[in-house]
């Protein structure tokens, strides 16, 4: 054997540099750092809705940080600043003159062509109170 060159009374470390043993190895493979590694997904922020897209109550039209559109007519607004319909109806966009600049808006009309803003001194306001109608006319 070749352990005849070693003191019999003194015992050897494995990590000694005269000793014999096992010594001890890496479990992980060394990765490194990493930069910018994409943390969190993404919000999914956007449009939901287009223009002249139908909609029903509840159904939200846009996801946005901050009030980049406001809500207009049968629109509201949720704490986290997301649009959503009120009534049914068909999505449109509009801008209107605040202060020096314009504000984008967003609102539903019930029948397809019509326009926003709305003009109340010859159409009048418009009301959705969401009744059935149970009488056929």
């Known amino acids: 054997m070749f352990w005849h060159f070693l003191p019999a009374a003194k015992a050897l470390s494995p990590f000694s540099s ?52 406001h809500p207009g007519q049968h629109v509201r607004r949720g704490r986290d600043h997301t649009l959503y319909a009120v009534a049914p109806g068909y999505v449109r966009f509009y801008t209107v003159k605040h202060m020096r600049g314009e504000r984008k808006f967003i609102g539903l009309v019930q029948k397809r062509g019509e326009r926003l803003p709305r003009d109340t001194d010859t159409l009048g306001r418009s009301r959705y109170c969401g009744l059935v109608q149970l009488n056929n006319p």
């Open 18 to 69: 005269t000793g014999f043993g096992a010594v001890r190895t890496a479990t992980k493979k060394a990765g490194g750092t990493i930069r910018n590694n994409g943390g969190s997904p993404g919000q999914r922020l956007g449009l939901k809705k287009f223009s002249d897209e139908y909609v029903i109550p509840g159904n939200i039209i846009i996801r946005q940080r901050g009030t980049l559109f």
